[in-house]
């Protein structure tokens, strides 16, 4: 790049990052045209076999491209043989550096708005899909596409705090199935049962199964970043994969209430 101001210890650093690996040159991990990564430039921490080491080096608007050895990754201990990573394989790897910030706060805030560029973008992608075949839906507040097909009791709708039992199926927007409870012949053929408003799905179906009522059916249409996000769920989910779960309620009721913990010592 152009600037002559080298990147500094404690600064903070936005990039975008890459990584491929044998034998075509997969893509194992990018965040170009997606949310760049960020990092604070810590020199008193040794940053052994990785564009890192060089850092201090460059400057915003460098690119780089550099090359790791798993054998090297795996003496170190930062990774181990496996169906991704073989022996004598090089990892070929390449950066841009985007923009520096002094302050935590700064980049904080300029990373909250790539993450918001991302979702938009992601919603837009699945306006677009379901605009195309015909389907309708309502959006929740955070964007996630509701197509409810079968509608159920109202009286018993999946608020904040009920217990929702449901079966599920999960694809891509290909059709290509990753997980699933409906398969009778599958060890997960459960219903799965969570409270919800607990967290215990990922964000976009939290907020989309309030939208359902018990003995509803439909399909959620939910961004990548309200799922797996950035990271997806590696090897079955890709990094901003959109997801579509396919839902059936079964039930709706009201948790029974958690018996009160004894206090500990000084209320503890």
Do not use: W
Request: proline share 7%.
């Amino acid at each position: 790049g152009g600037s002559k101001d080298k990147l500094k210890h404690g600064q903070f650093v936005k990039f975008n990052i890459e990584y491929k690996v044998p034998p075509k040159d997969s893509v194992l991990t990018s965040s170009y045209g997606h949310v760049p990564a960020y990092l604070v430039i810590d020199t008193s921490r040794p940053n052994k076999h990785s564009f890192l080491e060089i850092i201090t080096q460059c400057a915003v608007g460098d690119k780089i491209e550099f090359s790791m050895s798993v054998d090297t990754l795996k003496k170190l201990g930062m990774i181990e043989y496996n169906n991704i990573f073989h022996a004598r394989d090089m990892i070929k790897g390449r950066v841009e550096i985007l923009k520096v910030f002094d302050k935590q706060e700064l980049a904080s805030a300029d990373l909250a708005k790539e993450q918001e560029l991302e979702k938009q973008k992601e919603i837009k992608e699945l306006q677009e899909f379901t605009a195309k075949k015909g389907i309708k839906t309502v959006s929740t507040p955070s964007g996630v596409l509701v197509e409810i097909q079968t509608p159920g009791d109202a009286q018993f709708k999946a608020d904040s705090g009920k217990q929702v039992t449901l079966m599920y199926k999960g694809t891509f927007l290909d059709g290509k199935q990753f997980d699933s409870n409906m398969d009778k012949n599958s060890p997960n053929n459960q219903p799965l049962q969570v409270v919800v408003g607990t967290q215990g799905v990922i964000p976009g179906m939290d907020e989309a199964l309030r939208l359902f009522s018990k003995g509803a059916k439909g399909k959620m249409y939910i961004p990548a970043m309200l799922a797996y996000g950035q990271n997806g769920q590696p090897p079955v989910i890709p990094q901003y994969s959109n997801l579509v779960f396919e839902i059936e309620m079964l039930d709706v009721t009201t948790p029974a209430p958690q018996p009160a913990q004894p206090a500990g010592p000084q209320g503890q």
